[in-house]
């Protein structure tokens, strides 16, 4: 579910809030002394070759669950 930021107009005051697209637009409608604040969306970095480091125990869970589901998308270490 999308993340709304509202700005109430008199006072300053923003409110986050979770909110499918159609409640959205019924809290508008239901408030309009709040209107919304468009904000640039949350990224995610996702960085190739970084260096994670495990331990040897995950290691051989990770082994063990690799012989027992036969697929090749879990990722070694």
Do not use: C, W
């Amino acid at each position: 579910m999308p993340l709304y930021n509202f700005r109430h107009k008199q006072s300053g005051k923003v409110l986050e809030i979770d909110l499918p697209i159609q409640e959205r637009e019924e809290f508008l409608d239901q408030h309009p002394e709040y209107q919304q604040v468009i904000t640039a969306p949350t990224t995610i970095v996702h960085e190739r070759g970084t260096n994670l480091r495990v331990s040897d125990g995950f290691r051989e869970s990770l082994s063990r669950v690799k012989e027992t589901y036969k697929i090749n998308n879990i990722k070694s270490y």
